[in-house]
């Protein structure tokens, strides 16, 4: 018997059998295993948030709350002010009743804070000053005796040379506070430097800078050494004791307003 010729083979469709053989199937599934064993690239702002992170916010939030709401004072402006600011009474039982007693600052103590804030710079918390710069107030002239010299440096400033304590201060400059400081604090601050350092004079009232405040309204400049050692200086203000700390006689005491004799 003859043979049969060969069946001629098909033609294979385009590509196959061609270049690399793509029948390999173990080969390609590796390649595509290790493709997606591949991290994807991350995208900004998709992150989700870290748990922690979130804790330490949440943990933030709340004790910031809390010290607001322990140290803030009910939100007002005068328990806030640690120099000079009206004071809120505190109160405390006592007795069998439980009657509440009101403690507060005294004025000297008031302006006590009143001067770190606004004076110690120049006059420094001892009172003596600095030499040839700021008179001291321990033991001055200006400072002791009447209350009215004092309260118009305090009110409308001193400029010039002026002599203290035997001692020339060329550059002193003294700004004027009464667009500054309240009746109340003035009068508190001058009773602390009158009080303080060895320095033993009467005390300032509120009343009495007001007063005094009216009687000056028209005077626009600061004062000079010979405006003060104009006025005698045992002279009061309105109301207060004379110096040396002695109930006013009768007749004796200078009336609101009139500007006292040289």
Sequence with gaps: ?????????????FGVGQGMDYGEQADV??????????KREPRVGAEPLSI???????????????????????????A?????GEPQAMKKAGGPQGAQQVAELSPH????KIFSANCQTCHQANGLGVAGQYPPLAGSEFTTG????????VLKGLQGPVTVKGQKFGAAVMQPWDKTLTDQKIADVL?????????????????????????????????????ILGVPAD???????????????????????EPPKP
């Design 235 to 257: 002279v009061e203000l309105p109301g207060g004791a004379p110096a040396g700390g002695a109930p006013p006689k009768p007749g004796e005491a200078a009336k609101p307003g």
């Design 80 to 84: 806030l002010d640690p120099y000079g």
């Design 109 to 112: 103590d008031r302006g006590k």
């Design 191 to 227: 009773t602390y430097e009158r009080s303080e350092w060895g320095n033993s004079a009467s005390p300032v009232t509120a009343e009495q800078i007001a007063a005094l405040r009216k009687e000056l309204a028209s005077h626009p400049e600061s004062f000079t050494e010979p405006d």
């Design 1 to 13: 018997m003859s043979e049969e010729p060969p069946k001629p083979t098909p033609p294979k469709a």
């Design 146 to 153: 009447g209350s009215r010299r004092p309260a118009m440096i």
């Design 52 to 78: 922690w992170l979130i804790a330490v916010y949440g943990l933030a939030v709340f004790f910031g709350g809390a010290y607001l709401g322990r140290y803030s004072g009910n939100f007002s402006g005068d």
């Design 29 to 38: 599934q590796q390649v595509h295993a290790a493709v997606q064993r591949e």
